[in-house]
């Protein structure tokens, strides 16, 4: 009731003028890094919006004519014989692809990362670095010799085939590379940290006084971590679903090399247009493309679950 | 001097029939191990009755929230077994005990409303939403937070908080509800208030109170009984008043109110009782403590409000000069130096009538009856 007094009290004019006060300060000290941001971001976005409603130039490149012709091509295709129109069959297939692998693998790398995460968070507190920087030691390297290092690991003459053939559990290699699952197995790995770290800073604020109430009020393992740790962790566990679904949907170096030619996705689909394929406006058309899709999705994502958050 | 009952006191309510809730068998709780081991408890053993408020006292680090701990079952003990009505619960994970605990920081759910942590307990019991709404409504009216049911817990209050804590751990209706220095965050005043209101609680619901504090004034006013624990061992079990004026050794004596120390000298033990020798050659009988040792050098206590003074010191009597005098509304502490250099501290009540005019540099007697001296285990 006090509540609903204060809520609706009217701020006097020395309470409005500090607040103005305040948002003056604030948009001084941000004005280096929204400069930057403008420069390094929102330019070469712009850029490629422009080049979306261009002409490909004849070896690459554009010309300066205004075209709707790319974006008309990110959803149809036209027969070069009849000019007949139909559906682009071929991207929709690796738009699906995308989104498909990319969802798989923010699924796995979640299921892998909250234990992992958890594991971490619950070791004494001078152990934590230690695992955190067993984490974070794939970065050293390069992404590219990290995905060929997995190339190594499951190709058919591979570690993992010889030792399951050795172990005598198949008797002839398991054909993975160049497959899906090859792609998936190489996201998630990549990608895994960028899981593991937000839900580990989410965990490692979690007052763990609060699992012992919930085990003292009956809650069994399975229900502690259902109605305590993972509401309560939630914002670590958006965080890393984001941080990995948005890179791997655009992922190109692991499709392109786990994947072979054929498993294409979005990535490799862009870049192809950029390279071999000599059409920068329908490469910057299918960008502008999946970054709609990924800010529709995300505003979607961040929506509902701070909606199921109020509602708990 | 009021007579003083020597370990007589009358029972707390139904002591005869009193059946026996939680047990602790030789209970030892070691953390760490090799050279950091730390032995939080030491073969404790208790028996709290069923119905009672029993409070765990001691000073930091003695091993209460440790116990506290074993009870609910978030740790497990070294040795020796916990018994809940007669059942070992050693091996049980607490969320198999019907023990529900108040923690020290309250750890309310933070991202549920003041109803939903108070329904937690009940609905992981899988219990049907409407009895558990019931029994909510209830619960908020027993600790008087009605008004606050949709409230998130950070929205509200310290004292209300606690209050939520309290409704949490009962709505489940637990054999035994532990209280890990529940009332210790909060202000002198509020401190006040809820301890007449656990008192309450405790009444109204009838489940048995295991109480921790490191406050021995609150220790006092509020157990039916009370232990006193030191560095992993309990040293002394039993009501405030037995605690209070017949301390068993010399740390509980200590730590519990002022006291004064004398060295005496044993002459005869019988079976229960010993006759000793005090400094001024007189001899008195006591009876002994629980697990004495006999030995020819003992050290006696003596509360100073169980002394008196006189202004001819008689035959017998402890004497000395009185070297200060403090004033402190209720009462006057008289401090007397001994012979032997040890001082003495007389405590006299105020009663309004102007206490004897006794002044620094005066010879004077300490009077105090044999009921009034404590033989020391130590
Ligand atoms: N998890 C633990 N690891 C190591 N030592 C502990 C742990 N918990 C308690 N102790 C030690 O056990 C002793 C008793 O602690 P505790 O039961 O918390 O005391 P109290 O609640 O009486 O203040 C202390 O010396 C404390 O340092
Ligand atoms: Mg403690």
């Known amino acids: 009731m006090r509540n609903g007094v204060l809520g609706n009290r009217q701020p006097s004019g020395l309470e409005i003028e500090a607040r103005r006060q305040t948002v003056r300060n604030y948009l001084l000290l941000c004005t280096p890094a929204l400069l930057l941001l403008l420069l390094a971001a929102s330019g070469p976005l712009l850029i490629v919006v422009v080049y979306s409603f261009l002409e490909p130039g004849e070896y690459s490149g554009v010309v300066w004519r205004f075209s709707g012709e790319a974006w008309f091509n990110v959803l149809f295709s036209r027969d070069i014989f009849d000019d007949t129109v139909s559906l682009a069959d071929a991207h929709l297939t690796i738009l699906w692809r995308s989104v498909r692998l990319s969802l798989l693998t923010t699924l796995l790398a979640f299921l892998l990362g909250f234990p992992t995460a958890y594991f971490i968070a619950t070791r004494p507190a001078s152990q934590r670095p230690m695992w955190l920087f067993l984490i974070t030691i794939p970065f050293w390297t390069n992404l590219l010799i990290r995905t060929f290092a997995i190339m190594e690991v499951i190709r058919n003459e591979g570690i993992l085939n010889t030792l399951l053939q050795a172990l005598g559990l198949i008797d002839s290699p398991i054909q993975i590379l160049y497959t899906d699952t090859a792609v998936t197995i190489g996201m998630v790995y990549v990608y895994l940290p960028l899981m593991v770290l937000p839900l580990y800073a989410a965990m490692e604020r979690l007052d763990f006084r609060l699992v012992e109430a919930g085990y003292d009020l009956y809650a069994s393992r399975w229900q502690v971590l259902r109605k305590v740790i993972i509401p309560l962790v939630k914002p670590g566990i958006v965080a890393g679903t984001i941080l990995v679904f948005v890179p791997s949907l655009g992922a190109y170096v692991t499709p392109r090399v786990l994947g072979g030619g054929k498993n294409m996705m979005l990535g490799n689909l862009i870049e192809l247009q950029f390279g071999q394929g000599r059409n920068w406006p329908l490469g910057a058309a299918l960008s502008m493309t999946l970054l709609v899709i990924v800010a529709i999705a995300l505003a979607y994502y961040v929506r509902s679950a701070s909606k199921s958050d109020a509602n708990d | 001097m009021e007579g003083l009952s020597h370990k007589a006191e009358s029972p707390p309510r139904g002591q005869e029939a009193a059946v026996t809730a939680v047990e602790a068998r030789g209970v030892t709780k070691v953390f760490g191990g090799g050279n950091d081991a730390v032995i939080a408890l030491d073969a404790v053993s208790i ?173 006092l006013t509020m157990s039916d009984r009370l232990a006193v624990m030191s560095q992993g061992r309990i040293l002394q079990v039993g009501s405030p008043r037995e605690i209070y004026d017949h301390p068993a050794d010399h740390f509980v004596a200590d730590f519990i109110g002022e006291t004064n120390f004398i060295d005496a000298e044993i002459q005869q033990v019988e079976a229960d009782a ?43 009597q402890l004497s000395g000069t009185l070297e200060n005098v403090v004033y402190f509304g209720t009462g006057t502490n008289y401090f007397v130096r001994l012979p032997d250099g040890s001082e003495f501290v007389v405590r006299v009540a105020n009663r309004g009538e102007g206490n004897g005019d006794y002044r620094v540099g005066d010879e004077l007697g300490i009077a105090f009856s044999a009921n009034a001296i404590q033989l020391l285990r130590d």
């Open chain 2, 47 to 219: 028996a709290i009755r069923e119905n009672e408020f029993f409070t765990l006292l001691g000073p930091s680090g003695c091993g209460k929230t440790t116990l506290l701990r074993l009870i609910a079952g978030f740790d497990h003990p070294t040795g020796g077994n916990i018994v809940l009505y007669g059942e070992d619960i050693s091996p049980l994970p607490p969320y198999k005990r019907p023990v529900n605990t108040v923690f020290q920081n309250y750890a309310l759910f933070p991202h549920m409303t003041v109803a939903e942590n108070i329904g937690f307990g009940l609905s992981m019991l899988g219990r049907p939403k409407a009895e558990i709404d019931d029994t909510v409504d209830a619960m908020l009216r027993l600790v008087r937070m009605e008004e606050l049911k949709n409230r998130r817990t950070s929205q509200i209050s310290g004292g209300q908080q606690q209050r939520v804590a309290l409704a949490r751990a009962l709505a489940p209706r637990p054999k035994v509800l532990l209280l890990d220095e529940p009332l210790s965050a909060l202000d002198f005043k509020l401190r006040k208030e809820m301890q007449i209101e656990l008192k309450r609680l405790q009444h109204e619901t009838g489940i048995t109170f295991i109480f921790v504090t490191h406050d021995q004034e609150e220790a």
């Open chain 2, 274 to 316: 010993v006759t000793i020798r005090l400094p001024s050659e007189k001899t008195v009988r006591t009876p002994l403590p629980e697990d004495f040792q006999p030995r020819k050098q003992v050290s006696l206590a003596v509360r100073p409000e169980h002394a008196d003074l006189t202004r001819q010191p008689a035959e017998g």
